[in-house]
């Protein structure tokens, strides 16, 4: 079977160090199996797909990691043979010092892949982005494309350079947190706006006029506009929907106790802090005898 295009990037994944202090390879694993489990049956190339990019990975990660993946795949039907033969074997190596806990859960190791697609530069982003499209079908996928009137308004935002519109409009459009929302717009080198203009279906010619209007960082690098054009063409659908899902799950794990929820929640708390202090002064001013008026007998 020929190889997936998608493999091309993979010979630089295996060889990826650790930059800027984000080591991207076991999350990557651990999600690429927990989305891989989702499903009870693969195709056969989904099937050649995980097994040959999880092979690459259980050589390049931690045996923290590998014993993750084991358990994950143990209680898996039909798990890929050559998969758990790797594993057993990495296994009954030597084992260095284990860390003394592990997340567990799978939303905590999407958290965390989220989290570091932001923090990563622009080539480790291109790495999980193209290595999702081997799974992102797999990923819960929303009921239909965004509607026309819908990438209208946003791209109306961004050409009025209206941020906060625009991060509304895409937080209700993708089932997102607001945070990440803006956290999408703010971001100087694009890929978190062409993830989600991906996953929305936008048209290219759309996608670029939004890039070079909302955000001034990415519009006014021509070069960088261009180079996230040609990256929008490359990038599967799949792969977009799959981030946006993470995204949705990491908002969900690390959702604050309370956040306002209209715009003046912050102005009616000032006003109800103020509030008993205000009615102690008219109480003070109801309880002191009043004067009696002149000429009164």
């Given at each position: 079977?020929?190889?997936?295009?998608?493999?091309?990037?993979?010979?630089?994944?295996?060889?990826?160090?650790?930059?800027?202090?984000?080591?991207?390879?076991?999350?990557?694993?651990?999600?690429?199996?927990?989305?891989?489990?989702?499903?009870?049956?693969?195709?056969?190339?989904?099937?050649?797909?995980?097994?040959?990019?999880?092979?690459?990975l259980?050589?390049?990660v931690?045996?923290a990691?590998?014993?993750?993946?084991?358990?994950?795949?143990?209680?898996?039907?039909?798990?890929?043979?050559?998969?758990?033969?790797?594993?057993?074997?990495?296994?009954?190596?030597?084992?260095a010092?284990?860390?003394?806990?592990?997340?567990?859960?799978?939303?905590?190791?999407?958290?965390?892949?989220?989290?570091?697609?932001?923090?990563?530069?622009?080539?480790?982003?291109?790495?999980?982005?193209?290595?999702?499209?081997v799974?992102?079908?797999?990923?819960?996928?929303?009921?239909?494309?965004?509607?026309?009137?819908?990438?209208?308004?946003?791209?109306?935002?961004?050409?009025?350079r209206?941020?906060?519109?625009?991060?509304?409009?895409?937080?209700?459009?993708?089932?997102?947190?607001h945070?990440?929302?803006?956290?999408?717009?703010?971001?100087?080198?694009?890929?978190?706006?062409?993830?989600?203009?991906?996953?929305?279906?936008?048209?290219?010619?759309?996608?670029?006029?939004?890039?070079?209007?909302?955000?001034?960082?990415?519009?006014?690098?021509?070069?960088?506009?261009?180079?996230?054009?040609?990256?929008?063409e490359?990038?599967?659908?799949?792969?977009?929907?799959?981030?946006?899902a993470?995204?949705?799950?990491?908002?969900?794990?690390?959702?604050?106790?309370?956040?306002?929820?209209?715009?003046?929640?912050?102005?009616?708390?000032?006003?109800?802090?103020?509030?008993?202090?205000?009615?102690?002064?008219?109480?003070?001013?109801?309880?002191?005898?009043?004067?009696?008026?002149?000429?009164?007998?």
């Open positions: 079977m020929a190889k997936s295009p998608v493999y091309s990037p993979l010979d630089g994944l295996v060889d990826l160090a650790c930059r800027d202090g984000v080591e991207i390879r076991p999350t990557l694993l651990r999600v690429l199996t927990d989305l891989y489990v989702q499903r009870r049956s693969h195709s056969a190339e989904e099937e050649a797909q995980y097994v040959e990019l999880a092979l690459r259980i050589d390049a931690d045996a990691t590998r014993s993750a993946v084991s358990s994950r795949l143990s209680t898996y039907p039909n798990a890929p043979v050559a998969v758990l033969r790797r594993l057993m074997e990495r296994a009954a190596e030597p084992a010092a284990k860390p003394a806990s592990e997340p567990a859960h799978a939303n905590v190791r999407q958290c965390d892949l989220a989290e570091e697609f932001f923090t990563a530069n622009a080539g480790d982003r291109y790495l999980i982005l193209t290595n999702l499209s799974v992102g079908e797999l990923a819960p996928r929303r009921p239909a494309p965004a509607t026309s009137e819908v990438i209208r308004r946003l791209e109306t935002a961004a050409l009025q209206n941020p906060g519109e625009f991060a509304r409009m895409l937080e209700r459009a993708l089932g997102i947190s945070a990440i929302a803006e956290r999408v717009i703010r971001d100087n080198s694009g890929e978190p706006l062409l993830v989600a203009a991906k996953a929305l279906a936008m048209p290219a010619p759309a996608f670029q006029r939004v890039l070079m209007f909302i955000n001034p960082t990415v519009g006014l690098s021509v070069e960088r506009v261009f180079e996230l054009a040609r990256l929008y490359e990038i599967e659908p799949a792969a977009a929907e799959a981030m946006v993470i995204w949705r799950r990491a908002a969900a794990t690390r959702r604050p106790a309370h956040a306002p929820v209209y715009w003046d929640d912050s102005q009616r708390g000032a006003r109800a802090s103020t509030t008993p202090a205000q009615h102690g002064v008219a109480a003070n001013r109801d309880a002191q005898p009043r004067r009696p008026k002149s000429g009164a007998s």
